[in-house]
């Protein structure tokens, strides 16, 4: 599980856009705009008639997006997700419709992967995030307090909006969810406001891609590769990709910690491998690349079998390739 | 300033005091006096071959001063140059840019260009900051006594905006350099041409401006408990760029002008330099005085070694030396993200001069006294969007004030002591922010 998804892998994505001398007064125009927003840098690129038009309904996204970290932040002390963190222990804590839609998005998650992914896990990433920046590794006392916190079952979700917590010390992290579900939030105010081509991109780990730019199939998105052998891409039309991968192996140090925490074992999970799902939105693809980094790909490649319009790839340093295809397809840049 | 037009507001106006015309375009005599008159200090920008002309127009045109802009290749004359310019000129000041700075920038990771194919942004891990911090502190060891003096290329970008221009001022003035900003040919047009627009938007830098002018440079120098060694200064070097990026507060030395005593105080060294028998003894003696060593692909025999290795993981082996103990990496570094990370490990929380949260986008600098007291920390927010920070700084301080260009000084912040440490939370920076750090 993840607590910040800044640690993952960019993703590059590719625009092919029109050049400015072959521009009519029909040619669609690009507008980019940039903003950092729950702690990594979301930026959206969109074709309109006007620039004026990408331009109002790009800060209108934006403005989506601000208020899902004002929804979901473990940081601010005022969000959604902070009261709810503090309360839901002692009585049944009514939550915005966004905040409960994530959640119960992120249960079925975890009922979907038997409890890999898990958003509970919240007190075992603050453990091992403390040791990623200076402090001691956690004693297996502290760890096993931490995992007694742990447990998605532990929560109880009342529709249309009420969630109570089944543990005194439970504490919801949603930063393996919340970006992809910011992105779709921001997306569908895209649409809202005329625009139908666009990419959303948050911090490289997960992009959304609506329709394609003027003359194109798609949007070309290069995926994450830590070999730098292979340079795997997919043409994405209404889509969306995510990537995971852990933390890099410290240089210095006997013991690596990481951001991403296995429940069952309550560590950081030892993979060197980078996953990048396509589905056909962001809370979805998020969600899943956690879930399929967790489970390593025999397992990951049996759960993404039974599903449709997922396609998947682990890719690990030295080169060693996984995939699985019921979705987009993944072409391969370089021929090993 | 830079200025390239054939005429140019009133210093008084447009808020700077001194303005540097180039050389190259002739820095007409008429333009020199022009800018004199309109109430300027004026350098004028040379290439090392024609400074000898320039030098003698600026003496003769009551300029302050000449800057050599010198690329890397040539430093090697410069120093020669240098000395004979000051012998003939002295009343005139000499200094050196370096042409080596780029623009001051947060950055994501889509990359558009326009009918071309497209390249992989940052290897490392987002927010990406483009910083000329890691170039400023060398060049505050290699150019002394001079303040550090750069320039950047604006990136390619169809339109500057007041945050632009005011990041750029906001980073030289926190670093405590000195820099020579383009302003673009469309905004320089408009303030010629007394354009509501161009003004608008100067008068926007303007606070930027002065705010950075009232700095303390020159009265403390940077805090370090980092000291990186090398052979060379390389202003390219991305281990460098990584650890200002992480906020390790750091010092570079060059391998041949080391001396024992400078290295007193640092908790961890990095050696990047090639070391022979002499350095090696001190960087042992080091070491025996409680500080960790880190050496990087230094191959060879050192003293060290004759104390019992313990192999770290595949990359790293550990000598225990005195109190203190070396790590040699066995290769160059591979990854500059995570070896910052793993300084910052190696420092712990104990030794952590400074440590912010909620602070990705912002670099801060810890500036202390000649007793080597903390008193000042200044703060750069690349995001120009406002955010909350909250500080820990080592030291126990009884009293903490913020400024910042908008709200001028001070705010009184809440200080928060504990172990050795002070904490304190800065409201809210939108691209500069200065703390006052006072003890009893």
Same mark, same amino acid.
């Given at each position: 599980?993840?607590?910040?998804?800044?640690?993952?892998?960019?993703?590059?994505?590719?625009?092919?856009?029109?050049?400015?001398?072959?521009?009519?007064?029909?040619?669609?125009?690009?507008?980019?705009?940039?903003?950092?927003?729950?702690?990594?840098?979301?930026?959206?690129?969109?074709?309109?008639?006007?620039?004026?038009?990408?331009?109002?309904?790009?800060?209108?996204?934006?403005?989506?997006?601000?208020?899902?970290?004002?929804?979901?932040?473990?940081?601010?002390?005022?969000?959604?997700?902070?009261?709810?963190?503090?309360?839901?222990?002692?009585?049944?804590?009514?939550?915005?419709?966004?905040?409960?839609?994530?959640?119960?998005?992120?249960?079925?998650?975890?009922?979907?992967?038997?409890?890999?992914?898990?958003?509970?896990?919240?007190?075992?990433?603050?453990?091992?995030?403390?040791?990623?920046?200076?402090?001691?590794?956690?004693?297996?006392?502290?760890?096993?307090?931490?995992?007694?916190?742990?447990?998605?079952?532990?929560?109880?979700?009342?529709?249309?909006?009420?969630?109570?917590?089944?543990?005194?010390?439970?504490?919801?992290?949603?930063?393996?969810?919340?970006?992809?579900?910011?992105?779709?939030?921001?997306?569908?105010?895209?649409?809202?406001?005329?625009?139908?081509?666009?990419?959303?991109?948050?911090?490289?780990?997960?992009?959304?891609?609506?329709?394609?730019?003027?003359?194109?199939?798609?949007?070309?998105?290069?995926?994450?590769?830590?070999?730098?052998?292979?340079?795997?891409?997919?043409?994405?039309?209404?889509?969306?990709?995510?990537?995971?991968?852990?933390?890099?192996?410290?240089?210095?140090?006997?013991?690596?910690?990481?951001?991403?925490?296995?429940?069952?074992?309550?560590?950081?999970?030892?993979?060197?491998?980078?996953?990048?799902?396509?589905?056909?939105?962001?809370?979805?693809?998020?969600?899943?690349?956690?879930?399929?980094?967790?489970?390593?790909?025999?397992?990951?490649?049996?759960?993404?079998?039974?599903?449709?319009?997922?396609?998947?790839?682990?890719?690990?340093?030295?080169?060693?390739?996984?995939?699985?295809?019921?979705?987009?397809?993944?072409?391969?840049?370089?021929?090993? | 300033?830079?200025?390239?037009?054939?005429?140019?507001?009133?210093?008084?106006?447009?808020?700077?005091?001194?303005?540097?015309?180039?050389?190259?375009?002739?820095?007409?005599?008429?333009?020199?006096?022009?800018?004199?008159?309109?109430?300027?200090?004026?350098?004028?920008?040379?290439?090392?071959?024609?400074?000898?002309?320039?030098?003698?127009?600026?003496?003769?045109?009551?300029?302050?001063?000449?800057?050599?802009?010198?690329?890397?290749?040539?430093?090697?004359?410069?120093?020669?140059?240098?000395?004979?310019?000051?012998?003939?000129?002295?009343?005139?000041?000499?200094?050196?840019?370096?042409?080596?700075?780029?623009?001051?920038?947060?950055?994501?990771?889509?990359?558009?260009?326009?009918?071309?194919?497209?390249?992989?942004?940052?290897?490392?891990?987002?927010?990406?900051?483009?910083?000329?911090?890691?170039?400023?502190?060398?060049?505050?060891?290699?150019?002394?006594?001079?303040?550090?003096?750069?320039?950047?290329?604006?990136?390619?970008?169809?339109?500057?905006?007041?945050?632009?221009?005011?990041?750029?001022?906001?980073?030289?003035?926190?670093?405590?350099?000195?820099?020579?900003?383009?302003?673009?040919?469309?905004?320089?047009?408009?303030?010629?041409?007394?354009?509501?627009?161009?003004?608008?938007?100067?008068?926007?830098?303007?606070?930027? &401006?002065?705010?950075?002018?009232?700095?303390?440079?020159?009265? #403390?120098?940077? =805090? !370090?408990?980092?000291? +990186?060694? %090398? *052979?060379?200064?390389?202003?390219?070097?991305?281990?460098?760029?990584?650890?200002?990026?992480?906020?390790?507060?750091?010092?570079?030395?060059?391998?041949?002008?080391?001396?024992?005593?400078?290295?007193?105080?640092?908790?961890?060294?990095?050696?990047?330099?090639? &070391?022979?028998?002499?350095?090696?003894?001190?960087?042992?003696? #080091?070491?025996? =005085? !409680?500080?960790?060593? +880190?050496? %990087? *692909?230094?191959?060879?025999?050192?003293?060290?070694?004759?104390?019992?290795?313990?192999?770290?993981?595949?990359?790293?082996?550990?000598?225990?030396?005195?109190?203190?103990?070396?790590?040699?990496?066995?290769?160059?570094?591979?990854?500059?993200?995570?070896?910052?990370?793993?300084?910052?490990?190696?420092?712990?929380?104990?030794?952590?001069?400074?440590?912010?949260?909620?602070?990705?986008?912002?670099?801060?600098?810890?500036?202390?006294?000649?007793?080597?007291?903390?008193?000042?920390?200044?703060?750069?927010?690349?995001?120009?969007?406002?955010?909350?920070?909250?500080?820990?700084?080592?030291?126990?301080?009884?009293?903490?004030?913020?400024?910042?260009?908008?709200?001028?000084?001070?705010?009184?912040?809440?200080?928060?002591?504990?172990?050795?440490?002070?904490?304190?939370?800065?409201?809210?920076?939108?691209?500069?922010?200065?703390?006052?750090?006072?003890?009893?």
């Amino acid at each position: 599980m993840r607590f910040d998804k800044r640690w993952a892998a960019a993703l590059v994505v590719v625009i092919l856009s029109v050049g400015s001398s072959a521009q009519s007064s029909d040619t669609p125009i690009l507008v980019y705009k940039e903003k950092y927003i729950m702690g990594t840098v979301f930026e959206i690129a969109a074709y309109a008639e006007s620039s004026e038009k990408a331009s109002a309904a790009i800060d209108k996204a934006f403005q989506e997006i601000v208020r899902m970290d004002d929804l979901m932040s473990n940081y601010k002390p005022e969000s959604a997700l902070s009261r709810l963190n503090r309360s839901a222990h002692f009585h049944t804590q009514k939550v915005p419709p966004d905040l409960y839609r994530v959640i119960e998005q992120a249960v079925q998650f975890s009922r979907l992967s038997d409890g890999k992914f898990d958003i509970t896990v919240a007190p075992l990433v603050n453990l091992w995030k403390a040791a990623l920046s200076g402090d001691s590794m956690p004693s297996p006392s502290q760890r096993q307090q931490a995992e007694e916190c742990v447990g998605y079952e532990k929560i109880e979700l009342t529709p249309p909006d009420q969630i109570t917590f089944r543990s005194s010390c439970m504490q919801l992290d949603l930063g393996a969810i919340g970006k992809g579900y910011a992105v779709d939030r921001a997306g569908e105010m895209l649409h809202s406001s005329g625009i139908c081509n666009a990419s959303i991109n948050s911090g490289g780990s997960t992009i959304l891609a609506m329709g394609s730019p003027p003359g194109q199939r798609g949007w070309l998105v290069h995926l994450r590769d830590p070999s730098h052998k292979i340079d795997p891409y997919v043409m994405l039309k209404d889509q969306s990709v995510s990537t995971s991968e852990q933390t890099a192996v410290s240089l210095l140090a006997p013991e690596s910690a990481g951001h991403i925490i296995d429940p069952a074992t309550g560590q950081p999970i030892d993979t060197r491998f980078a996953v990048s799902v396509i589905t056909s939105w962001g809370t979805p693809s998020d969600g899943l690349a956690t879930t399929l980094l967790l489970l390593g790909p025999e397992v990951g490649k049996s759960l993404v079998d039974g599903m449709s319009n997922v396609s998947a790839i682990w890719l690990s340093p030295k080169a060693e390739i996984e995939t699985v295809n019921h979705g987009p397809e993944i072409f391969f840049g370089k021929q090993l | 300033m830079q200025w390239n037009g054939a005429t140019l507001p009133p210093a008084s106006s447009l808020g700077v005091n001194e303005i540097v015309l180039a050389w190259e375009r002739g820095a007409p005599r008429a333009l020199l006096a022009t800018a004199r008159r309109q109430g300027y200090r004026v350098y004028v920008e040379t290439p090392l071959n024609q400074a000898t002309s320039a030098a003698k127009r600026c003496a003769e045109n009551s300029c302050v001063g000449i800057i050599l802009k010198v690329p890397e290749a040539e430093s090697a004359e410069t120093e020669k140059s240098i000395a004979s310019l000051r012998s003939a000129y002295p009343k005139l000041r000499v200094l050196l840019l370096s042409p080596s700075g780029k623009q001051p920038k947060m950055r994501g990771s889509l990359i558009i260009k326009r009918d071309s194919v497209l390249e992989v942004s940052s290897p490392t891990a987002q927010p990406w900051i483009d910083t000329n911090l890691a170039l400023i502190k060398i060049e505050q060891r290699s150019r002394r006594p001079q303040i550090p003096l750069y320039t950047f290329s604006w990136a390619d970008q169809t339109i500057l905006t007041a945050d632009d221009y005011s990041l750029a001022v906001a980073e030289a003035g926190a670093f405590h350099a000195d820099l020579v900003l383009q302003p673009d040919e469309h905004l320089q047009e408009g303030l010629n041409q007394r354009d509501g627009e161009a003004w608008a938007l100067w008068n926007q830098v303007r606070s930027t &401006l002065r705010f950075s002018a009232h700095t303390s440079a020159g009265r #403390l120098e940077p =805090a !370090a408990n980092v000291a +990186v060694i %090398v *052979d060379q200064l390389d202003t390219s070097d991305e281990v460098t760029n990584l650890l200002s990026r992480h906020n390790i507060p750091f010092q570079a030395f060059i391998a041949v002008d080391l001396k024992t005593e400078e290295l007193k105080g640092f908790d961890i060294v990095i050696v990047f330099a090639k &070391l022979n028998a002499e350095t090696a003894e001190r960087i042992n003696n #080091l070491a025996s =005085a !409680a500080a960790t060593v +880190v050496v %990087v *692909d230094g191959h060879g025999t050192y003293p060290w070694q004759s104390s019992q290795p313990v192999q770290l993981n595949e990359h790293t082996t550990s000598y225990a030396v005195g109190s203190g103990k070396v790590l040699e990496l066995r290769g160059p570094v591979s990854d500059p993200e995570t070896f910052a990370q793993d300084i910052r490990r190696l420092l712990g929380k104990q030794n952590a001069l400074l440590s912010l949260w909620n602070g990705l986008t912002t670099i801060a600098v810890p500036y202390q006294d000649r007793g080597a007291r903390m008193t000042l920390l200044e703060l750069v927010n690349y995001a120009g969007e406002p955010l909350r920070l909250q500080v820990q700084v080592k030291g126990s301080f009884t009293m903490i004030r913020y400024e910042t260009p908008e709200h001028g000084c001070c705010e009184s912040l809440e200080p928060v002591k504990h172990d050795g440490f002070t904490e304190f939370v800065i409201p809210e920076i939108r691209i500069a922010g200065r703390v006052h750090l006072e003890s009893p």
